[in-house]
């Protein structure tokens, strides 16, 4: 990953930790956007393995409260999601990405579902979600008081502190508060799927502990564009972790039917 860059950009008031890897001019960017207890360092190798398999440059960022990243705020709101979604158009400004597709997992595919929904994006020319929710689960919930625990009780706070610094308390209390808040069990997404006009491909493991795929299927049935959906086998929550070349090859396919050159400026 040596051609990669890691710095900072500032935001608004926010000084967010950035990953920035190369690729040809003319292909959108890949911007990735993380889970909810993710950050730039727990992609791991994921942006350079994608960028290889693409031709396409990669951007990724921690959200404000994650990693390297200004700190936020306790409490969240619960549409914490909904918010950063809506924010999405002023940070790849302030990147100065133009075209791109959105690479999001968990909360970051969510994230990215709002800002496809939101309103028409020229930029965008497509959106992959892996382990998508649109709508809290008991059964999501559930594992979601388990990681609480372990948190708490076990060393689960020990190792996300090596990726999140001082904003390791912030990360989780601000994730795993806000999904165990009685209120948002009336959190939806539903209403914004609709706006949704890019090709979008989405990515579920069969053992998701977060999510069944009535997620999947609430996407595919509301969105307005072509959906392609993929549940794989022996995976958990995390694709690009856990069958990371299949994952990989799935999205270079959808890139590649996608990642035409720009389009000359229309006088």
């Not at 705020?73 to 999405?88: F, I, K, S, T, V």
């Amino acid at each position: 990953m040596d051609t990669a860059k890691l710095t900072h950009l500032e935001v608004g008031e926010a000084s967010l930790e950035t990953l920035s890897i190369p690729g040809k001019p003319d292909m959108p960017t890949l911007v990735l956007l993380h889970e909810g207890l993710g950050c730039v360092a727990l992609w791991r190798d994921f942006p350079a393995r994608l960028a290889a398999r693409t031709d396409c440059p990669v951007f990724a960022w921690s959200r404000p409260g994650y990693g390297n990243s200004s700190p936020r705020a306790l409490p969240w709101p619960l549409d914490y999601m909904q918010r950063e979604g809506l924010a999405l158009p002023a940070l790849l400004d302030a990147a100065g990405i133009g075209d791109c597709i959105l690479v999001g997992h968990s909360d970051g595919a969510s994230i990215a579902l709002v800002a496809a929904g939101a309103a028409r994006a020229p930029r965008l020319r497509g959106l992959v979600v892996m382990a998508p929710h649109v709508f809290a689960e008991e059964s999501g919930l559930d594992s979601i008081r388990a990681a609480r625990e372990a948190y708490v009780h076990g060393d689960l706070r020990h190792r996300l502190q090596r990726y999140h610094g001082t904003n390791v308390d912030c990360a989780f209390r601000g994730w795993s508060e806000s999904w165990l808040n009685p209120g948002f069990l009336d959190w939806n997404l539903e209403s914004f799927l609709p706006g949704i006009r890019v090709p979008l491909l989405q990515i579920q493991g069969r053992d998701d502990q977060y999510g069944t795929v009535a997620q999947l299927d609430a996407i595919a049935r509301q969105s307005s564009g072509p959906v392609a959906t993929h549940v794989l086998e022996d995976c958990r929550h995390a694709p690009h972790a856990e069958q990371s070349e299949i994952t990989l090859t799935l999205i270079a396919e959808f890139v590649g039917g996608l990642a035409l050159p720009r389009l000359p400026a229309q006088h």
